[in-house]
């Protein structure tokens, strides 16, 4: 008897994908999960996350009351209850262009900025945007595990080239320029580096954009963490 008829039991036609099962391994997450489950349950000594990604976790960055009254005010305005674009709304994107330009001898626009979900989501979108047959990707080594994970779901080529601890964790681009070829779509480059921590020089950033050029591939920079700092 099951679900108030009687069935034979049958062999369902959906199961997991096994490849994006595999690549999950691949995750910062996944190597924690391991490590934890080697905690024994009994001892009570306090465990350091050293893993930890999450900076709310921390009081030092708790979301301004700024923010917070930005958003409760968005909510009670009634103006927002709809579905939004899938590129972000048009005054978070017009914000978001016109903080970056100050950095910038040029101005963004709107349409120059395409929100996400956070970064994870912004590596899927990114990758899935490049993939096609026979596309490879340059990822660093050491780097961070996602863009190897999403990177094999897409079924691209994944190179790798290394950062060079003597030069302060630059990019070894020699390599690069060896390892890349007609189907090379895109490099990763991440600054503030994760796992190493490093900052990039501007004149390290502009060799960097002059091979891309060569190329004639993109530069995916991934800087989520530049606006983070611990002070004493």
Known sequence: ?????????????????????????????????KLRCCIDPADTRPVIPLGHGDPSAFPCFRTTPIAEDAVSDAVRSAKFNCYSSTVGILPARRAVAEYLSQDLPYKLSPDDIYLTIGCGQAI???????????????????GFPYYEAWGGFTQMEMRHFNLLPEKEWEVDLNAVESLADENTVAMVIINPGNPCGNVYSEQHLKKVAEMARKLGILVISDEVYAHLAFWK
Do not use: Q, Y
Request: glycine share 2%; hydrophobic share 40%; aromatic share 4%.
């Open 124 to 142: 899927e979108i990114l990758l899935n945007a490049l993939a096609h047959p026979n596309a490879n990707i340059l990822l660093p080594t050491p």
């Open 1 to 33: 008897m099951e679900n108030g008829t009687t069935t034979s039991r049958r062999t369902w036609n959906f199961k997991e994908n096994e490849k994006l099962v595999s690549v999950s391994d691949l995750t910062v997450r996944s190597v924690l999960n």
